[in-house]
């Protein structure tokens, strides 16, 4: 791949992250709109993670997990609860009210979501997925 190649595929990946940024539900409200449900997708499927999962999902280091955490803790989003084997290991879970706003969240999501890849075919989005998701295991930690 050359110079040019590179440049190109980087502003594309930026253009691409505007894209979707700027259409995301209360993404024009709240800047970390992304951010805050994906994490809650993940502690929602990952049926009680612990803080360390959590960092390693997002690919952030843990005092910033840390602060995502407490944040949605305030919010009333999610709870810590102690495991009863272990009191050391705090598992994160979803409030009823974390699990609606999930959910909520993810319907306004598929719905921008459409629109925006609605124009590439079945084999193109599939390629694409593929793509992507080849990308996220190579670089999986």
């Not at 994490?39 to 952030?60: E, K, N, S």
């Amino acid at each position: 791949m050359n110079k040019i190649q590179l440049r190109e595929l980087s502003s594309l990946f930026f253009s691409m992250k505007q894209i979707l940024r700027s259409q995301l539900p209360d993404q024009k409200v709240d800047p970390n709109a992304w951010l805050r449900y994906e994490t809650m997708r993940h502690i929602r499927d990952a049926h009680g993670p612990t803080m360390h999962d959590v960092a390693r999902y997002l690919r952030i280091k843990a005092p910033s997990a840390t602060s995502q955490i407490a944040h949605l803790a305030r919010a009333g989003l999610i709870v810590r609860k102690d495991e009863k084997a272990d009191k050391r290991v705090v598992r994160i879970f979803l409030t009823a009210r974390g699990k609606r706003e999930v959910e909520q969240y993810e319907s306004r999501s598929v719905v921008m979501m459409r629109a925006t890849f609605s124009r590439l075919d079945d084999r193109e989005l599939r390629s694409l997925v593929k793509i992507l998701r080849h990308l996220q295991d190579v670089h999986r930690t």
